[in-house]
């Protein structure tokens, strides 16, 4: 009949939801209570088209064995209520009859299925959940081992804090810093973790399990306390499930924990993971206070035996430590200048640009080298190279630090290159470059005037014959000879150059024809 097609229908669409249903819940999708009580409706049509509940047996155990595998205890103890609901309400509307003897064997069955396989899901789940902690904390212990300063260490910290719970959707992590009375949540990830970053914890208001984890070495989990300190330490509203705190070890003392802090209970084992984590954490902590005591030894060697000189300058430019090679480059004993102002050593010419180099260092780390002249011990002049860093921000230091280095034997050998670029390295004459340079400006100032120039091309006849019968030595004692003799015919403002060999220029400047044939016949008179 029409309606026994319609009712195998429906039977084979309820079927094939069903079938659905246990595909999405292997894919970790969850359905609602309202699907739950479908199921059981799907159950009960599949079942009367069948005309026999018996046969679809298979069925029930599958659904109860795959639901049984997912989901807490609560949840699976309604849904096979349900599905044992549709079953056995089958069975009172198919004809056929069951024996009660039968009805309990299925209901026995059903419970210890349903037991059995959702016992064995939740020690799955639990085991595979103890392997993922094992390894974010030999993640978080690897990244820790390469953490050089106190901040990777505690950014390694919150993130694998964070990944042993991630999964409670509500959880979130804090790193909190201080001393025995009061801390700071510097870090914070997670729920709303905005909310608390930067928040102070007074210990002595918080629950006693809590404050006596703050100050030990040892993790605890605190649930169902007081909420209202704790919703202040965690920020949690309306309420607090359950609170982890993970002390670590900060230069020997338990001064920073892990604070985990979620609206429902925490997973089991995350109270194991958390510990070893900061067992790790306080390992690396220890391991970065002894490179800084290395450092801070390797740094004080380095600033006594560096030959620049090492300043630090209080905000007004007055010396407040010098370092011992202060002695050696200017000649002052370190304390003899403690207390000056950094303007009494500088030359009146630069102190404009040291206030101008302090004003650009003053917001920025640091500003960019200048060159200055220093007084020396002795009252002569040095050149010296200056750095200035703006430390202001660290506790340690407090103000300004000025790296001075004795250039003078830089700058001598920069005048030296300059000089040898453009000059004849045998006559100390201007060379062609620097002659064809001074004969471009003079030309251009000529243009601008009425002033006129004039170029003298000189070469020295026979000159290889001294070379080949008297040699090289004898030819560039030649050749100097003829430039001291060019020096000596010419003013101030000309020029003589060697252009190579034995060629030579001569520029004369503000000179008509009748002047630079004087100073050309006094040249041919001094050769």
């Given at each position: ?42 159950i009960v049509l599949i079942a009367v ?365 920069e005048e030296q290159l300059a000089h ?24 251009m100032r000529s243009a601008r005037s ?78």
């Open positions: 009949s029409d309606a026994d097609r319609w009712l195998r229908a429906a039977a084979l669409c309820s079927l094939a939801w069903v079938a659905l249903r246990r595909i999405r819940e292997y894919r970790g999708l969850r359905g609602h209570l309202v699907e739950e009580a479908f199921e059981g409706v799907a088209a069948a005309g026999n509940p018996i046969e679809i047996l298979g069925i029930v155990y599958a659904s109860l064995l795959f639901r049984s595998m997912y989901g807490g205890r609560t949840d699976v103890a309604i849904a096979a209520t349900i599905l044992l609901g549709g079953y056995f309400t089958s069975l009172f509307l198919t004809p056929v009859e069951v024996e009660a003897s039968t009805i309990a064997n299925h209901l026995v069955g059903f419970v210890l299925i349903t037991t059995m396989t959702h016992t064995m899901a939740v020690a799955q789940l639990s085991h595979d959940e103890s392997l993922e902690r094992t390894r974010e904390i030999m993640r978080a212990g690897a990244a820790l081992v390469s953490a050089t300063d106190r901040e990777a260490v505690y950014d390694v910290a919150l993130h694998a804090a964070y990944a042993l719970c991630r999964q409670q959707a509500d959880v979130r992590v804090s790193v909190a810093l201080g001393d025995a009375h009061r801390r700071v949540l510097e870090l914070s990830m997670g729920h709303e973790a905005d909310a608390v970053r930067g928040r102070e914890l007074v210990i002595d208001e918080l629950p006693v399990p809590i404050r006596d984890a703050l100050r030990d070495t040892e993790t605890v989990e605190v649930a169902n306390s007081d909420p209202r300190p704790i919703r202040r330490a965690t920020g949690f509203v309306p309420k607090v499930g359950s609170v982890i705190v993970a002390p670590f070890l900060i230069d020997g003392e338990p001064n920073g924990a892990l604070i985990v802090a979620s609206n429902s209970r925490q997973r089991p084992g995350l109270k194991e993971g958390l510990s070893s984590l900061a067992s790790q954490i306080s390992l690396a902590l220890e391991a970065v206070a002894i490179i800084e005591r290395r450092s801070e030894q390797r740094f004080r060697s380095l600033v006594q035996n560096a030959s620049d000189v090492i300043s630090i300058l209080e905000h007004d430019g007055t010396l407040r430590y010098l370092s011992p090679s202060v002695e050696r480059v200017f000649g002052y004993q370190p304390e003899a200048l403690v207390g000056r102002n950094v303007d009494e050593l500088a030359h009146p010419e630069d102190l404009l640009q040291i206030r101008a180099h302090l004003q650009d260092s003053a917001g920025a780390g640091g500003g960019r080298p200048v060159e200055l002249r220093a007084r020396r011990a002795d009252g002569s002049w040095l050149s010296c190279e200056v750095h200035l860093t703006n430390l202001s921000h660290d506790p340690s230091i407090r103000g300004w630090v000025l790296t001075s280095r004795d250039i003078t034997e830089r700058k001598a050998l040898q670029a453009f000059h004849d390295s045998l006559t100390g004459l201007a060379n062609r470059a620097l002659f064809s340079d001074r004969v471009d400006h003079a030309l009425t002033v006129s120039l004039a170029v003298l091309f000189i070469d020295l006849d026979k000159f290889k014959n001294v070379n080949d019968t008297l040699g090289h030595g004898a030819g560039d004692e030649l050749l100097e000879g003829v430039a001291g003799r060019l020096r000596s015919a010419l003013r101030a403002p000309d020029t003589a150059a060697r252009l190579g060999g034995d060629e030579f220029a001569v520029l004369l400047e503000d000179v008509d024809e009748r002047a630079a044939c004087n100073i050309s016949a006094r040249i041919l008179h001094v050769l």
